[in-house]
């Protein structure tokens, strides 16, 4: 049977947004809830990181291929 079909042939539900992030600080937690809650507007995300382009660019010319 296909790893994405349930028992029974049918489809397995997606996982849903996680409701409790434990693992997080609590102002990351209230970070989470607020976004969550659309407390700055629509579907606003984050980035988890910036990256500096001009510099990944550099060193990725610096390494062989």
């Given at each position: 049977?296909?790893?994405?079909?349930?028992r029974?042939?049918?489809?397995?539900?997606?996982?849903?947004p996680?409701?409790?992030?434990?693992?997080?600080?609590?102002?990351?937690?209230?970070?989470?809830?607020?976004?969550?809650?659309?407390?700055?507007?629509?579907?606003?995300?984050?980035?988890?990181?910036?990256?500096?382009?001009?510099?990944?660019?550099?060193?990725?010319?610096?390494t062989?291929?």
């Open positions: 049977m296909p790893a994405n079909l349930a029974g042939g049918k489809p397995a539900a997606a996982p849903g996680a409701t409790e992030l434990t693992l997080l600080t609590k102002q990351e937690q209230q970070l989470y809830r607020d976004l969550k809650q659309q407390r700055w507007g629509q579907n606003v995300r984050l980035e988890q990181e910036r990256i500096d382009w001009a510099a990944a660019w550099s060193v990725l010319q610096r062989p291929a």
